[in-house]
């Protein structure tokens, strides 16, 4: 059929939230900001305003828990109405309260979503707030806990109450209207992808002050899904007029990121959901950022989660892994990367730009033994992180990884590719994974093939062992990993229990993992053929270094300037004063 073009792109402009820009009669008119929807009748019933919107309304307190009775002022422009809700439903013409001084007595817990309205014009955006009482309880009966005995930071998420329980549109139950999939034969609502309209609310972190925005909620993840707490991502959306970004210091590890996704990660991705191990993840993740070794890494963040009010439970605060996450710590946006992912059966999914360079690097690795050949590759690649990724996905035995849970990323314009390391829910279930689990369950794959063409190279393999013996006898170094575990466990264990729950079992868990493999690790490296150590002898090294200095074994920067494992010679230690003062020597 014939179709023909009309020129109204010239008409359009700016948009503001939570309107459309339609005809005021059907077919004919003036073009104009409509402010009410009417999907499927005529615009003939639809309210019309200059495109001049109302500034927003001021809260003048913050989110907060409370212990006592208090009141907020809400500051609005004169000759507007304010209007507000406590159901998480949208302020409307046709919904929610109006204030006439924008005065409120806060006695019980609240979740308000305020707008203000004038005749004429586009209605502001939405200012929320969230209000705890602390002496509401929370979690379960037994536990007898109140909401002023959480110590984490609260996330707070605020919406129309059919957005989340509904059997119909309710995307955190199993509901009446869903579909099949990620381990369940029943359809199930939260399998749905339904992107729904939030105000949410971050606050009582210390020496932080609160955050309020409005972003767009999705039900994230594959089998976690269906287990409780459900995860999700929030993402920005400027249709809400706050922006593209979420610009708030949420990880204390990356305070000057700009988030434009967060997501919240409940680490259960079992049929049986064990919540005890649901912290895998989290607790590895916060052993790799303490040792300080070059890896892409996720921020991480547990807090407190509530939905309109009611609590939820304990659940982590990750940045994402994908594009949003090379904009928040690179600064790149998405057309100027080269990003994909693994997936089975041997398929690399460009999300981003293109593959033509990890094309090139892939052919060039059938070379890596030549020194030029390798030159070109290390301009492709970030050779030590990807080194440091390898040694240590192969050393924890995450046996849900490199058939998936594998994302590269570029800038398009001559910058190498980097790994972010994400998804380590199924870690320790390979014991000396390194030894023989890539050739026998993925040879011939690309990112195998890849892997085992580099160990051809002289000083890749050679980087390569090092590296992962500095996973045994230092990273993953049992008396270390025990600490800081315990670390891991005491910022969560009081939130966690309301929902009856504990962090200790991972504690163990991990313990009893590590602590046999570091006595064993070399044994398995040496039954890796391309690693060529098959006639080789492994020894013990024990250094005890301090806080002051570097330590470098073979040029690789010991973390924590201790190592109490196994080694192959040859082996160079070196010790590098801090400015200012010298090396004085080694004691025995």
């Known amino acids: 059929p014939r179709s023909t073009l009309f020129p109204y792109t010239t008409l359009f ?11 005021t009669a059907d077919g004919a008119g003036d073009w104009s900001v409509c402010t009410t929807p009417t999907p499927g009748q005529p615009n003939s019933g639809s309210i019309f305003v200059e495109a001049r919107q109302v500034e927003l309304p001021v809260v003048d307190k913050p989110s907060q828990v409370f212990t006592s009775p208090f009141d907020v002022h809400v500051d609005f422009p004169a000759g507007g109405t304010l209007r507000y809700t406590t159901d998480g439903s949208v302020p409307t013409l046709e919904n929610g309260a109006i204030s006439i001084d924008g005065n409120f007595h806060i006695t019980r817990t609240s979740c308000f979503r305020w707008r203000t309205f004038q005749e004429g014009c586009v209605p502001s955006n939405i200012a929320s707030r969230t209000f705890l009482w602390s002496e509401m309880p929370i979690g379960d009966s037994d536990a007898q806990m109140t909401v002023g ?4 930071p609260i996330l707070s998420v605020v919406s129309d109450n059919r957005f989340f329980f509904d059997p119909m549109i309710g995307v955190m139950v199993q509901g009446e209207n869903g579909i099949e999939g990620n381990g369940v034969d029943e359809p199930c609502n939260w399998n749905q992808e339904w992107p729904r309209a939030v105000s949410f609310a971050y606050f009582n972190d210390v020496d932080k002050p609160d955050f309020n925005d409005d972003a767009i909620f999705e039900i994230s993840g594959a089998w976690s899904r269906r287990h409780h707490p459900h995860p999700f991502k929030l993402k920005a959306n400027k249709v809400f007029g706050h922006g593209k970004t979420l610009d708030y210091p949420f990880f204390d590890e990356k305070p000057f990121i700009r988030n434009r996704t967060l997501q919240m990660r409940n680490g259960v991705d079992t049929d049986e959901g064990r919540p005890a191990e649901r912290f895998k993840d989290s607790f590895l993740s916060y052993i790799i950022r303490h040792s300080g070794i070059d890896v892409e890494m996720q921020g991480y963040q547990p807090v407190a989660h509530f939905v309109n009010g009611q609590y939820q439970g304990v659940i982590d605060m990750r940045e994402p892994n994908n594009k949003h996450y090379v904009f928040a710590n690179h600064g790149w946006d998405e057309e100027e990367i080269d990003m994909f992912e693994a997936e089975e059966p041997d398929t690399l999914i ?15 690795s059938f070379s890596a033994a030549d020194e030029q050949s390798y030159a070109l590759i290390r301009q492709l690649l970030d050779v030590d992180e990807y080194i440091n990724y390898m040694a240590l996905e192969l050393y924890i035995g995450n046996n849900d990884w490199i058939r998936n849970n594998m994302k590269w990323f570029r800038h398009h314009d001559g910058g190498p590719f980097r790994i972010v390391l994400f998804d380590l829910d199924a870690a320790f279930n390979k014991y000396g994974m390194v030894s023989d689990w890539l050739s026998e369950n993925f040879a011939g794959w690309q990112m195998t093939t890849l892997f085992f063409n580099l160990l051809e190279n002289d000083s890749f393999r050679r980087q390569f062992i090092d590296t992962y013996c500095l996973m045994g006898g230092s990273v993953f170094r049992p008396e270390l990993t025990k600490r800081l575990t315990g670390e891991a466990r005491d910022r969560i264990e009081n939130d966690l229990r309301a929902q009856g729950e504990s962090a200790q079992f991972m504690v163990d868990y991990i313990d009893k993992w590590l602590v046999p493999y570091s006595n064993s690790y070399a044994n398995f490296l040496k039954k890796f053929g391309l690693a060529r150590l098959q006639d080789a002898e492994a020894y013990r090294l024990h250094i005890y270094g301090n806080d002051e200095g570097t330590v470098l074994m073979n040029g690789l920067v010991v973390p924590h300037g201790e190592y109490h494992g196994w080694f192959f010679p040859p082996m160079t230690v070196e010790a590098i004063a801090p400015a200012g003062m010298r090396f004085a020597g080694w004691k025995d």
């Open 13 to 23: 402009r700016s948009a503001f939230p939570r309107t459309s820009y339609a005809r």
């Open 149 to 152: 005995h959480l110590s984490l």
């Open 350 to 364: 460009v999300t981003q730009g293109d593959r033509v360079a990890f094309d090139r690097l892939y052919h060039l």
